[in-house]
């Protein structure tokens, strides 16, 4: 079976469990008319039409599947209108009128909800945006708003040792026993949203290439999303300029940005956002916009190099259920709690997790029919251990304080398998996972093209961590501690950069 790793398709697996507690955990009839009240507005009657009863699982009837509909209607994340007055301190008199003048009238924000299809620019009279705020206070608050203030997320602190010619991502191993659909979340460390190391400059060119070559299979946003591409490059640049204060830096007026790793300086208006994210910033992003009808969350944007088995055509416009149609299980067991988590999540509490698969070479981007899907349908007796690599997609989750979108990002990180002979107790937990995991999931991460070669390395390896008593030979091999790294693992990881 071909090997299609996606994007969101591997957020189901961690996320999965945390899902299912959250439907344990949602909202009552009471805190939804609790949170909607805190925006001061009622909430909305059921619409008997426009929302068809969505099913929980098959055994369920329609009438017991009606209130979960009424849930993603009337059920929006926590308003952020509490963070006008602080934001208008800054501003000019005209603005922080605006920001600060009497709330709405009551209903305004249901019934004046932007369309998920149109720009926050295009509206005559003002309308709502989930987190609660109208397009006229956005427009108010201008270009590079407080993010920190926004979001209830820091601004990152400087990295002081960060060296841009031998600077190493951390040695993520998402690796874990059981292994099954639920995988370890962990709250975002604001220092860490995006890691920079020395292939930067070549992961770039890289970029810009697959950009010229495939077109809006790896770079295309819909009508609708440019407020949220916007805040979203705006983010990533403050957080370059503020984390890497050497290198990137805004000019005063905000209009220039200057990038000293490239030697290249950006007007900002000059371009769309997500092509200066392309040309700056060695990230995925896939962006989702909750559909004011319906309030499902539907992917409206994306610029993604590092997809394999898919592209952004093939997903663009797709509702999230349908982005996952193909993982197994995921409409009996995942999708209920998938929608409920995206229709509240906050802005203060991005996530991360990581996904990984093992690979011949470094694929990055690979387009359904690549010649190396070939790879994953024979077991090469050419192949060599020093061929093979654990890929690590490292992921975030966050929700957007203007728009309201939600964002996946993450970066596809390669490491040598052969790296895991000192790190220890990593040999042994792969081999658990490989020899014992579930089989659907085994079959569907599709590591049999390797492990002719990598499960003899990993043995020997394992063998040796026991003789040399790094490891001891009773360990009952489990998700480690360190997870999801491994001891010893920053003493390695400063080691490799000469700190």
Same mark, same amino acid.
């Given at each position: 079976m071909a090997f299609i790793q996606s994007f969101p398709s591997y957020w189901v697996f961690g996320f999965g469990a945390v899902f299912l507690v959250s439907s344990l955990i949602a909202l009552s009839r009471r805190q939804r008319v609790s949170v909607l009240d805190r925006f001061r507005f009622p909430r909305r009657r059921a619409s008997g039409a426009s929302t068809p009863p969505r099913s929980i699982s098959p055994g369920n009837t329609e009438k017991k599947a009606a209130p979960a509909a009424l849930d993603f209607v009337e059920t929006f994340p926590p308003s952020l209108r509490s963070t006008l007055p602080q934001l208008a301190k800054s501003l000019p008199a005209v603005k922080k009128k605006i920001l600060l003048s009497p709330e709405p009238a009551a209903g305004s924000f249901v019934k004046d909800l932007l369309p998920m299809t149109t720009s926050y620019m295009d509206t005559r009279s003002p309308k709502y945006t989930p987190t609660g705020l109208s397009t006229e206070e956005i427009i108010a608050l201008g270009d590079?708003?407080?993010?920190? @203030?926004?979001?209830?997320?820091?601004n990152p602190s400087p990295f002081k040792e960060f060296n841009p010619l031998t600077a190493v991502t951390r040695p993520y191993r998402p690796l874990r026993w059981n292994y099954h659909q639920t995988m370890s979340l962990t709250k975002m460390e604001p220092d860490w949203w995006l890691e920079i190391d020395k292939t930067y400059p070549s992961m770039i060119a890289e970029r810009q290439k697959l950009f010229r070559l495939h077109g809006n299979k790896v770079l295309d946003f819909l009508p609708g999303s440019e407020l949220a591409c916007k805040e979203l490059m705006e983010q990533c640049l403050l957080f370059?300029?503020? =984390?890497?204060?050497?290198?990137?830096?805004?000019?005063?007026?905000?209009? @220039?940005?200057?990038?000293?790793?490239?030697?290249?300086?950006?007007? @900002?208006?000059?371009?769309?956002?997500?092509?200066?994210?392309?040309?700056?910033?060695?990230?995925?992003?896939? @962006?989702?916009? =909750?559909?004011?009808?319906?309030?499902?969350?539907?992917? =409206?944007?994306?610029?993604?190099?590092?997809?394999?088995?898919?592209?952004?055509?093939?997903?663009?416009?797709?509702?999230?259920?349908d982005i996952h149609g193909s993982i197994p299980d995921y409409k009996e067991k995942m999708q209920f709690s998938m929608d409920r988590y995206f229709s509240k999540m906050p802005t203060n509490a991005p996530i991360q997790r990581g996904s990984w698969g093992l690979e011949v070479g470094c694929p990055l981007f690979m387009p359904p029919g690549d010649p190396h899907e070939k790879l994953r349908e024979v077991q090469s007796p050419d192949l060599k251990i020093e061929d093979c690599n654990l890929r690590v997609d490292w992921q975030t989750l966050r929700r957007m304080p203007l728009s309201g979108a939600i964002v996946f990002n993450f970066t596809a990180l390669f490491t040598p398998v052969t790296e895991f002979r000192d790190e220890p107790k990593i040999p042994a937990l792969l081999i658990k996972i490989l020899r014992e995991g579930k089989r659907s999931l085994m079959e569907y991460k599709n590591t049999w093209h390797v492990e002719h070669m990598v499960l003899p390395a990993l043995e020997e390896w394992a063998r040796e961590q026991v003789e040399k008593g790094v490891v001891k030979a009773d360990w009952e091999v489990a998700t480690l501690d360190e997870s999801p790294y491994f001891e010893g693992w920053e003493e390695k990881w400063r080691r490799a950069q000469g700190y």
């Open positions: 590079f708003p407080a993010y920190d @203030i926004l979001t209830g997320v820091p370059y300029c503020h =984390r890497f204060p050497l290198h990137f830096s805004l000019s005063k007026d905000r209009k @220039i940005f200057t990038n000293n790793l490239l030697n290249t300086t950006t007007e @900002i208006k000059s371009q769309p956002p997500l092509h200066i994210l392309l040309n700056n910033v060695p990230e995925d992003f896939a @962006i989702v916009l =909750r559909n004011e009808v319906d309030g499902m969350y539907y992917m =409206r944007a994306g610029v993604i190099c590092s997809s394999l088995g898919w592209n952004v055509s093939t997903k663009l416009g797709l509702q999230l259920r």
